[in-house]
Every structure is written in structure tokens, then in C-alpha cells.
């Protein structure tokens, strides 16, 4: 069964600083996995998809990597800003029977102090 | 991207009644939808995914006649939460899926805050 770990559970950081969250998974059958933020009272936003043959993606201040082996991803935030204060989830994407499903971590909470 | 919508936002609901919650896909045609729940720092738990017109799959442990999903278009689907009871209290958020290119997109609604007195 694939369960999806999120380290640490909260990080409180102050403004400018480089920053990585964790995120690993125990089954390397993955179609892809996707990073998003999650915003008091706003939908889930997604950030960046790393399909399972990509090893990594980048947006702006924002670099997630993979490791399918390992069971691991990584999103670095680089400058961290205020703005950046969210809670961060990330969710792999499974073939179960006929259809997709996701699985997610429980996230990391992101206090960036001005 | 596109959105999808909730309502209401927050309710607070005494035990034993029933509480119904709309989730629209705004600007696009959403052909699965799915319900989650997430409880406080924990995952988002899949509740069920429904497609239009026909019913919804539940995951295991899901009671279906407790949790009635509704899918009547490719634009609404409805969770009503039957008799709801304090261990109901949770977080429910939808999330609607179309086919962007070659790949099934989900995009998610705000969430909808219930708490059962």
C-alpha cells in the first residue's frame, strides 16, 4: 500500500532564507507525483508536476526533484518571502484497477517570518 | 487554470441533521469529480470519486448512505452529509478532472469547513 510521508511537519524560517521539504513514498510504481500549496480558505494550487521519467522541475524560485528509486522528492524554495507562508502538500499519482488516484502527504506547514 | 467552486464555506450544524455541500466546476466540464476529507495536520483522504450520471465509487470505510453524492452534470456535484454527527467535523474539499491535452487534470475547490455541535 503507498503511503506518502511529509518531514518536517511545520518549518518556521526567516525571510531570504533557502529552504527544502521533504517528501517520500514507499512504492516506486508512481505515474507521476505533484507538489502543491494550500492556502487558508483557497483551493489547492499545484505547483510543479514531475511526471515518473523526470528527475526534475522548476518554476520560478521554486525546484522539485525526484528519486523513483529512493522513494524520495524534494521541493527547494530559494528566497523564501512571506507570500510563501502556506502549508505544503505533496500527492503521488498511482494506477489503482482502471483508474488514477492520488495519494497524499498529511504536509508541511511554512511559517516565513518577515 | 480553470476553477472549481464550494458552498458554502463554513457551516455549523447541530448533530443529526443534514448538511449539503455544492461543488461546481466554473469554467470547464468536469467528467469525474472527487470528495476528499482532511482532518487537522493530517492527508487528504479520498472519500469517493463520481462521474457524471452515473454513481459514485466509495472508498473503503466510506459509508455510502451516510455520505450521498450526487453527480447531475458535468458542472455540479453534491456531498450531503446524512445525520451528521461531531466525528463527521472535518474539512470536505472536491476536486474536478478533465483531460488537458493527453493528461487528467484535477483542480480543486477551496474547501468547505463543517462542524457538527
Known amino acids: 500500500k503507498q503511503e506518502v510521508t511529509q518531514i518536517p511537519a511545520a518549518l518556521s524560517v526567516p525571510e531570504g532564507e533557502n529552504l527544502v521539504l521533504n517528501c517520500s513514498f514507499t512504492?516506486?510504481?508512481?505515474?507521476?507525483l505533484q507538489w502543491f500549496r494550500q492556502d487558508p480558505g483557497k483551493g489547492l494550487t499545484s505547483l510543479l508536476l514531475?511526471?515518473?521519467s523526470q528527475r526534475e522541475q522548476t518554476s520560478g524560485r521554486l525546484n522539485a526533484s525526484l528519486d523513483k528509486s529512493s522513494g524520495r522528492s524534494t521541493l527547494y524554495i530559494a528566497a523564501s518571502q512571506p507570500g510563501d507562508s502556506a502549508t505544503y502538500l505533496c500527492?503521488?499519482?498511482?494506477?489503482?484497477?482502471?483508474?488514477?488516484?492520488?495519494?497524499w502527504g498529511a504536509g508541511t506547514k511554512l511559517i516565513i517570518k518577515p | 487554470g480553470a476553477v472549481v467552486s464550494q458552498h458554502p464555506s463554513r457551516v455549523i450544524c447541530k448533530s443529526g441533521t443534514s448538511v449539503k455541500i455544492e461543488c461546481r466546476s466554473l469554467d470547464f466540464q468536469a467528467t469525474t469529480m472527487f470528495w476528499y476529507r482532511q482532518f487537522p495536520k493530517q492527508s487528504l483522504m479520498l472519500m469517493a470519486t463520481s462521474n457524471e450520471g452515473s454513481k459514485a465509487t466509495y472508498e473503503q470505510g466510506v459509508e455510502k448512505d451516510k455520505f450521498l453524492i450526487n453527480h447531475a452534470s458535468l458542472t455540479l456535484s453534491t456531498l450531503t452529509v446524512t445525520s451528521a454527527h461531531p466525528e463527521d467535523s472535518s474539512f470536505y474539499i472536491c476536486?474536478?478532472?478533465?483531460?488537458?491535452?493527453?493528461?487528467?487534470?484535477?483542480?480543486f475547490g477551496p474547501g468547505t469547513r463543517l462542524t457538527v455541535l
Open positions: 514531475i511526471q515518473s
Open positions: 500527492a503521488v499519482k498511482i494506477r489503482l484497477d482502471s483508474n488514477y488516484q492520488l495519494i
Open positions: 512504492d516506486s510504481a508512481i505515474y507521476n
Open positions: 476536486s474536478g478532472q478533465t483531460l488537458e491535452g493527453s493528461t487528467d487534470t484535477q483542480y
